[in-house]
Nanobody
Framework: QVQLVESGGGLVQAGGSLRLSCAAS????????MGWYRQAPGKERDLVAT???????NYADSVKGRFTISRDNAKNTVYLQMASLKPEDTAVYYC????????????????WGQGTQVTVSS
């Protein structure tokens, strides 16, 4: 089994910052892409940012310029640095890791973190 454990969520005032972390562990040969998604009440889960194993990043237009995604390959950990937070950023944030479980694996399996609540007050 592969486990993703998230941390760093909380309550922050508009304009503030938070840093989310997500560490993958378990039966892992190599982690390929990693990313962050968020889901607000009554809404679908939407992409926030992704980063490939080579460092290429992609951001939703709504967070571009405010959020930064990064990763530590040695720790199988992905981070999301969030700045200039807005009330509309309020959501449960989920991390995703696409994992090669074995040396012989030819494709990845996606695993989700448990989610962490981010609340931005006005």
């Amino acid at each position: 089994q592969v486990q993703l454990v998230e941390s760093g969520g909380g309550l922050v005032q508009a304009g503030g910052s938070l840093r989310l972390s997500c560490a993958a562990s378990g039966s892992i040969f190599r982690v390929k892409d990693m990313g962050w998604y968020r889901q607000a009440p009554g809404k679908e889960r939407d992409l926030v940012a992704t980063v490939t194993n080579s460092g290429t990043t992609n951001y939703a237009d709504s967070v571009k310029g405010r959020f930064t995604i990064s990763r530590d390959n040695a720790k199988n950990t992905v981070y999301l640095q969030m700045a200039s937070l807005k009330p509309e950023d309020t959501a449960v944030y989920y991390c995703l890791a696409n994992v090669y479980r074995f040396r012989t694996s030819s494709s990845t399996t996606g695993y989700w973190g448990q989610g962490t609540q981010v609340t931005v007050s006005s």
